[in-house]
């Protein structure tokens, strides 16, 4: 058996928000296990003043002395885990500022997370098996070609997708709305193996990743059933061709956007989350739905409005959705109500996540909502860069299981 | 005997001389052992489990943190089952139960909002403050109902 | 969700903290196993953990106390003792509250010393107003004077 990962936990509130066991639970899930890096007053009183931040509550005090000791050695962990309380601005500055701290001044993988009571170990799984990846696993993620014949599935909240790959190159693709997890993603695999000519039979290795990923791995027996952030980390460099240096990976998906900083085709801290729908790839497939227009219309059609015209908020999917209808209402044209929807969920992307990851470039934006032409350049002027879109970006998951399932043909021989 | 809640909550100190002069002192071991005391859900490592921040929701609004709410779901009740309170202003160091210093900031306003009789005091950083921090506890402590004399 | 059971119900668990020039944590371990054999004693770095039956914990710290009133102090636990949900052992590092008695231990001298003095005070000076007056009074600017010199290194 090996060893667990052991991850440090920094925290202010878990143990009384009811949600400690699920970072527990969620930890062990993964082959991980939590713990508190063990320091002394002495410690606490004389980190506090080197790292300078005075901040008042004293469990944060306690979080920001044990990061010190983690950063300058004196404790060794495998990883770190950043945890406090959804609402709380202290928290939330030395949450920010320990995870800046910590990817600076050492090679410590770190994720932050805000709780609130509902909190589960599922939201947090991801999470930590990203972390004890990106831990333990570099041989896994430092593949750059893929090899035989494999087999990638990504099965997302919105989509499922499937690629066939031989020899470094996609043979064969297939994409789905999600209805029945286990039923699209057959459906995904039969229309994949269709355009690639290949038999199931033929195929050396299967990766699975996305929400479905436990539940199809069993059923079509993956070689590897792996998280997304570091399965899109790897797509992504791969496809854009960037497999070196740093990059910043962009995910809006249906149901969670993803931040990824990469270096190497590793991923270094991420983010990961939505609050609501209004800042996803939802809203967009509503508004498209609103105007009367296919989805791949919609960025097209963006690009020829002005986003400005149009007062927007969707940080709330019913809200957001209110403000189209009122715009419309008001004589808007389509063109600028489209601008506008692209515009606000890469501006609530922009501020609720892109603020936690430092945006090295170049920016790669990946998965279906990467084909919107509108978002993209919403998201590019407002980072103030032109974005990255690799080819075959929204099956970018599919193509990351199978580039990274094909380390595991050699071990079956 | 009268029921003092002391502040910092988790005060070896306070609850100490509270009892030893003869009254009981209210902190947070109490609230935490009747959790680990009381079958229910599994919620190591403190049996609280999250139903407790809703039960806060009586002290702190949805707004606020569930850890502020959490820890108000027991230090709540007690604040409002204190017939005194000794305070300790400069407890910036206690931990856990006492961590948050928002919760502390509502726990110092709920105290002082009761019109309870709360002694106000500083840590003894001598042997002289030392000796007038513990004589003025007793002192306050013989005021109140049924006070009991000093061992 | 997994249920949950609890065990030793109904009990108290206390801290027995002392700092004592005269009584080591080993005298008192053995006066609390001779004075109590009923109940469960964990010895610790600091003094020990006494969990039992409510009124035989307060009738057994009461003896305890009485070996060095002013250098034992006694504090109430929610957990029984070796938890392991407390446990540093498990949790590889202290778990919060040790830090908060760290700090109290580390003054716990001047309480000590203010035990000691009180028979002394007993006909003197309120302690509650002088510890208004102190609140109020600012520090005379010739004693302040007087303590700077006093810090002073001496020349020669």
């Keep these: 058996m090996t060893e667990k990962v052991r991850i440090a936990e920094l925290a202010c509130g878990p143990e009384y928000s009811g949600v400690q066991k699920e970072i527990n639970d969620a930890a062990a899930a993964v082959g991980a296990e939590i713990f508190f890096p063990d320091i002394s007053l002495k410690d606490v009183k004389r980190d506090l003043t080197l790292f300078g931040l005075d901040v008042r509550s004293p469990d944060l005090k306690l979080a920001i002395a044990r990061a010190k000791e983690l950063v300058e050695g004196r404790i060794e962990a495998d990883a770190v885990f950043i945890a406090t309380c959804f609402r709380c601005a202290e928290a939330a500055i030395v949450r920010n500022e320990l995870r800046r701290y910590i990817v600076e001044n050492s090679p410590l993988p770190v994720v932050s997370y805000s709780f609130t009571e509902r909190t589960t170990s599922g939201t947090l799984l991801t999470r930590m098996e990203a972390l004890t990846t990106i831990a333990r696993r570099r041989a896994l993620l430092a593949r750059e070609v893929q090899e035989g014949t494999t087999l990638g599935l990504d099965s997302g909240s919105a989509t499922t997708k499937a690629i066939v790959m031989r020899d470094n190159r996609i043979i064969g693709k297939g994409w789905l709305p999600t209805t029945e997890v286990l039923k699209s993603a057959d459906e995904?695999?039969?229309l994949a193996l269709a355009e690639a000519g290949v038999k199931r039979e033929e195929i050396q290795a299967v990766g699975t990743t996305g929400y479905g990923r436990y539940l199809v791995g069993e059923h079509i027996h993956a070689d590897l059933i792996q998280e997304e952030?570091?399965?899109?980390s790897k797509g992504a460099v791969y496809l854009a061709d960037h497999q070196h240096g740093p990059c910043t990976v962009i995910d809006i998906g249906g149901m969670d956007n993803k931040a990824i900083t990469v270096h190497d085709g590793i991923p270094g801290t991420f983010t990961m989350g939505g609050i609501c729908a209004g800042a996803s790839g939802r809203f967009l497939e509503m508004t498209a739905k609103r105007l009367g227009v296919e989805i791949t219309e919609l960025?097209?059609?963006?690009?020829?409005?002005l986003a400005t015209r149009v007062p927007m908020?969707?940080?709330?999917i019913v809200f957001g959705t209110q403000s189209l209808v009122n715009a419309?209402?008001?004589?808007?044209?389509?063109?600028?109500?489209?601008?506008a929807a692209c515009h606000s969920v890469a501006e609530q992307v922009f501020e609720q996540q892109l603020q936690e990851v430092d945006i090295k470039e170049p920016v790669i934006m990946v998965g279906g909502t990467s084909l919107i032409s509108g978002l993209v350049h919403a998201m590019g002027t407002l980072l103030k860069t032109e974005i990255l879109v690799p080819p075959h970006s929204q099956h970018i998951g599919a193509v990351g299981s199978a580039l990274l399932a094909s380390g595991f043909i050699r071990e079956k021989r | 005997m009268a029921k003092v809640f002391i502040y910092p909550t988790t005060s070896l100190i306070l609850s100490d001389l509270v009892s030893r002069f003869g009254h009981e002192p209210l902190g947070s071991a109490l609230g935490i052992r009747e959790r680990i005391q009381t079958a229910g859900f599994d919620s190591p490592p403190l049996q609280v489990t999250p139903e407790e921040p809703k039960k806060g929701l009586r002290w702190a609004a949805v707004e606020?943190?569930?850890?502020?709410r959490g820890r108000m779901a027991f230090i709540g009740p007690q604040i409002e089952e204190a017939e005194a309170a000794i305070i300790i202003n400069d407890a910036d160091l206690a931990f856990g139960c006492m961590g948050c210093a928002r919760t502390n900031e509502l726990v110092m306003f709920l105290l002082r909002h009761r019109r309870i009789p709360v002694l106000d005091l500083t840590y003894p950083k001598s042997e002289e403050e030392g000796e007038i921090f513990v004589a003025a506890i007793r002192e306050f402590l013989e005021k109140l109902p049924k006070g009991g004399k000093a061992e | 969700m997994k249920e949950y059971q609890p065990r030793y119900r109904g009990t108290h668990t206390v801290y027995v903290f002392v700092e004592s020039p005269e009584v080591t944590p080993q005298?008192?371990?053995?006066?609390?196993?001779?004075?109590?054999p009923d109940l469960m004693i964990k010895e610790t770095c600091f003094g020990l953990q006494i969990t039992g039956e409510p009124a035989r914990v307060a009738a057994v710290v009461k003896t305890l106390r009485a070996l060095d009133p002013a250098h034992i102090f006694v504090k109430d636990r929610g957990f029984p003792p070796g938890d392991v949900r407390r446990c540093r052992a498990n949790l590889g590092g202290a778990r919060p509250g040790f830090f908060g008695h760290e700090f109290e231990l580390s003054l716990i001298r001047f309480i000590s010393h203010g035990l000691e003095a009180l028979p002394h005070r007993e006909?003197?000076?309120?302690?509650?107003?002088?510890?208004?007056?102190?609140?109020?009074?600012?520090?005379?600017p010739d004693r302040l004077k007087a303590l700077f010199e006093a810090e002073e290194p001496s020349h020669g």
């Design chain 1, 299 to 305: 960025g097209p059609l963006a690009m020829k409005g």
């Design chain 3, 123 to 140: 006909g003197g000076e309120s302690a509650l107003d002088a510890l208004e007056r102190r609140k109020k009074k600012p520090l005379d």
């Design chain 1, 328 to 339: 419309l209402a008001a004589g808007s044209s389509r063109e600028d109500v489209a601008a």
């Design chain 2, 64 to 68: 606020v943190p569930s850890g502020v």
């Design chain 1, 313 to 316: 908020n969707s940080y709330c």
């Design chain 3, 27 to 36: 005298d008192l371990s053995l006066r609390a196993y001779e004075a109590a």
């Design chain 1, 188 to 190: 995904a695999i039969a």
């Design chain 1, 229 to 232: 952030l570091t399965v899109n």
